[in-house]
């Protein structure tokens, strides 16, 4: 597990709870320390117990990916590059890749499971990608979740699921790598959409109107940008939209409301305390969007109010106009 956040947390308790041995890489020095020592990370999801037989914490990546041979990458999308500085191809050869990073390279628009063929050699059969609908904090809380495995090889995206499945998440497995990957992207940038009118004092008739509008935005994209046979209803596309839009743990929707009550980026982004990852994503989804010119007046709106720093309050307004 390369990662040491509540996702990553999470997800290593459903992997330890399975009897797996997890190589864990973390960062963070103090939570390095409270997992040898307690049991347990201090920073994120610190209610989550781990046999210390069941982990080993570790500062040094190379020696936790040489020692694993499966890697989860559960790293905030903006980190991804510096976290893995120090990588190279050779070092993820025959390595089943997993990520749980639900965002794109910044600077360079790219996937993940683009970034790690292209940068790293890795074949697609030899990734997988994790989709919700999921909240770390629920999973923490072993309330009933489910997780869609996406993979071009039937036989990664089984294993994978295999490895997840247990008394409190279901999984299932799917082939659309891109479409669940972009939709994860996607519904991190109408999230903050959501956050910001909910700041901006929209009510719930509203807000249905908003994410309506907002699947119907995922589906033309991932359609152009990968057109396959879907059903967008799946709850690897609508479910994720829905929880990330709606629930009181999404920090997209949480770092949006504060754009809406009046915060500036820079200062919403200095009082969470986790990565907002619909801030990376939605000029990631702009320039992608250069090329394939799909309508999408949310996600433009939510591009003109984080970086054109256009007003909340006008261009809501103006996007209402667009809906329906």
């Known amino acids: 597990m390369i990662g040491g956040g509540s996702w990553a947390t999470a997800l290593t308790k459903v992997l330890t709870d399975n009897k797996h041995a997890v190589n864990w890489w973390v960062r963070n020095p103090d939570s390095r320390k409270a997992l040898k ?5 201090s920073r994120y999801i610190s209610s989550v117990h ?3 037989n069941s982990i080993h914490v570790s500062e040094d990546l190379i020696d936790t990916i040489r020692k694993s041979e499966i890697i989860f990458l559960a790293v905030p999308s903006a980190f991804i590059k510096i976290t893995l500085a120090a990588i190279h191809p050779q070092d993820l050869k025959h390595k089943l890749i997993v990520s749980a990073v639900k965002g794109m390279i910044p600077q360079e628009n790219s ?3 683009d970034y790690f063929h292209n940068h790293f050699a890795v074949q697609y059969s030899n990734l997988a990608v994790i989709s919700g609908p999921c909240h770390a904090e629920e999973v923490a809380l072993e309330k009933l979740s489910y997780l869609t495995i996406a993979s071009q090889d039937s036989n ?3 294993l994978v699921a295999n490895m997840l499945r247990c008394r409190y998440m279901k999984t299932n497995t799917s082939d659309d790598i891109y479409g669940t990957e972009y939709s994860a992207v996607l519904k991190n940038v109408y999230a903050i959409a959501s956050g910001i009118c909910n700041g901006l004092g929209y009510g719930d008739n509203f807000q249905a109107v908003l994410i309506s509008n907002a699947i119907e935005e995922i589906e033309r994209f991932v359609k152009a940008v990968h057109p396959i046979s879907r059903d ?3 709850s690897a596309y609508l479910g994720d939209l829905l929880v990330t839009a709606y629930s009181q743990f999404s920090r997209n929707r949480t770092f949006g409301n504060m754009i809406g ?3 500036s980026v820079k200062s919403a982004q200095m009082e969470m305390n986790m990565i907002a990852e619909g801030y990376y994503a939605s000029a990631c989804i702009n320039e992608v969007n250069k090329k394939y010119k799909v309508d999408m007046p949310i996600a433009q709106a939510v591009y003109n109010i984080l970086y054109q720093k256009f007003s909340p309050l006008l261009e809501v307004r103006l996007l209402s106009d667009k809906l329906k």
């Open 111 to 113: 996937v993940m499971a």
């Open 232 to 234: 967008i209803k799946d």
């Open 37 to 41: 020592e307690h049991g347990h990370n």
């Open 156 to 158: 990664t995206a089984n």
């Open 50 to 52: 781990f046999e210390k």
């Open 261 to 263: 009550r009046g915060y």
